[in-house]
């Protein structure tokens, strides 16, 4: 679930991050922003920040975690205009994207589908609140059967919407997991 890149173990920098609303939102449901804290720095974009601050408040108070509320600097790339457009991206998926783009390489932690593919597209790492929770297996910040009960009460506990044969086959994935 790395979308061609995993993140770096321990003893390695971590790279950049820019999040959109949907990570911050869902990791705070599930009680879970300290995955967030080894990050020396997580970028949001005002646009993200004023939508989790409507939304989950509490998310953007977390004392472990280092947010930083940023604004894009530089003109929208034509590339990134063209994708908005196709995609119906709203405004914080693009200003997340437009951050990220300025500060490569980085990852985006995004949970909208169509953020990811504007993402590829734009040669942009992408992390979603599934790929989060399974990292914190390999970072040795949730044991395997903390990760297994957080997914199983994914869907009770957060808004995050996805298909049951995709959190299915996650959990398989976990289970499998030595």
Do not use: Y
Request: proline share 6%; net charge negative; hydrophobic share 45%.
């Amino acid at each position: 679930m790395c979308n061609g890149v995993c993140v770096a173990t321990t003893d390695q920098k971590m790279p950049l991050v820019v999040c959109d609303a949907g990570p911050l939102i869902h990791l705070d449901e599930l009680g879970c922003m300290d995955l967030l804290s080894d990050f020396s720095e997580v970028l949001v974009p005002e646009a993200v920040w004023r939508e989790v601050r409507q939304h989950r408040p509490s998310a953007l108070t977390h004392p472990s975690v280092r947010l930083r509320r940023v604004s894009p600097t530089v003109p929208e790339p034509p590339a990134l205009e063209a994708l908005a457009q196709v995609l119906s991206l709203h405004t914080g998926e693009w200003e997340a994207l437009r951050v990220a783009l300025e500060n490569r390489p980085g990852l985006l932690l995004t949970d909208d589908t169509a953020a990811r593919l504007a993402a590829g597209n734009l040669g942009i790492a992408t992390h979603g609140t599934i790929d989060i929770l399974m990292r914190a297996i390999r970072r040795r910040q949730r044991t395997k059967p903390e990760v297994l009960a957080l997914l199983r009460a994914l869907t009770a506990q957060s808004m995050l919407h996805l298909k049951r044969s995709l959190l299915d086959a996650v959990i398989h994935e976990v289970e499998s997991q030595a």
